[in-house]
T-cell receptor, first 114, second 114 residues
Framework: KQEVTQIPAALSVPEGENLVLNCSFT??????LQWFRQDPGKGLTSLLL?????REQTSGRLNASLDKSSGRSTLYIAASQPGDSATYLC?????????????FGTGTRLTIIP | DVKVTQSSRYLVKRTGEKVFLECVQD?????MFWYRQDPGLGLRLIYF???????EKGDIPEGYSVSREKKERFSLILESASTNQTSMYLC?????????????FGNGTRLTVT
């Protein structure tokens, strides 16, 4: 069974600091990996998608990397702001006989302290 | 921007009631998904659909059914609601070929079954 682990479950960081969120997965035969943000009581917002052939993607202050060989992805947030406070989830996509399936981690709850 | 709209933000139903959760997307996406999200368990896939009138079971389909009569609408049905179906329900959509397409989520429906 494919598993996705996100550690730590919660993280508090002073405003302005750079930080890294971690995601590890057990199945290296992935098609892509996505990072999402979820605000309390809301749905998920897609932040970055990395194809299996890519090593990283960048959007503004966010940079996501993918290392399939080690089964790890990281989300780097530069110059953190209070508005970055949210839960961040990673999910990887596998394809099994044409059935594509996303498996989600349980998330890291990030709090940026003003 | 893609918009995925879930008809209700909050619902309270009684045990044994038949419950309909509606989801509509406005970007002509082929794929639509229903997840439930519970603390400590993350997101779990209930059902998904790759086309009109087509449906596939996810990881936890028991007690649920779905309907997709039109491309833009995907309904989740709880045939006889039970207290263990109290949860946050999230609908999502993506373009055909999830491999390269981000998932877009609605804001969720928080269902309480009493």
């Amino acid at each position: 069974k494919q598993e996705v682990t996100q550690i730590p479950a919660a993280l508090s960081v002073p405003e302005g600091e750079n930080l890294v969120l971690n995601c590890s997965f057990t199945d290296s035969a992935i098609y892509n990996l996505q990072w999402f943000r979820q605000d309390p009581g809301k749905g998920l917002t897609s932040l970055l998608l990395i194809q299996s052939s890519q090593r990283e993607q960048t959007s503004g202050r966010l940079n996501a990397s993918l290392d399939k060989s080690s089964g790890r992805s990281t989300l780097y947030i530069a110059a953190s702001q209070p508005g970055d406070s949210a839960t961040y989830l990673c999910a990887f996509l596998i394809s099994n006989f044409g059935n594509e399936k996303l498996t989600f981690g349980t998330g890291t709850r990030l709090t940026i302290i003003p | 921007d893609v918009k995925v709209t879930q008809s209700s933000r909050y619902l309270v139903k009684r045990t044994g009631e038949k419950v309909f959760l509606e989801c509509v997307q406005d970007m002509d996406h082929e794929n639509m998904f229903w997840y439930r999200q519970d603390p400590g368990l993350g997101l779990r896939l209930i059902y998904f659909s790759y086309d009109v009138k087509m449906k596939e079971k996810g990881d936890i389909p028991e007690g649920y059914s779905v309907s997709r009569e039109k491309k833009e609408r995907f309904s989740l049905i709880l045939e006889s609601a039970s207290t263990n179906q109290t949860s946050m329900y999230l609908c999502a959509s993506s373009l055909w070929g999830v491999t390269g397409s981000p998932l877009h989520f609605g804001n969720g429906t928080r269902l309480t079954v009493t």
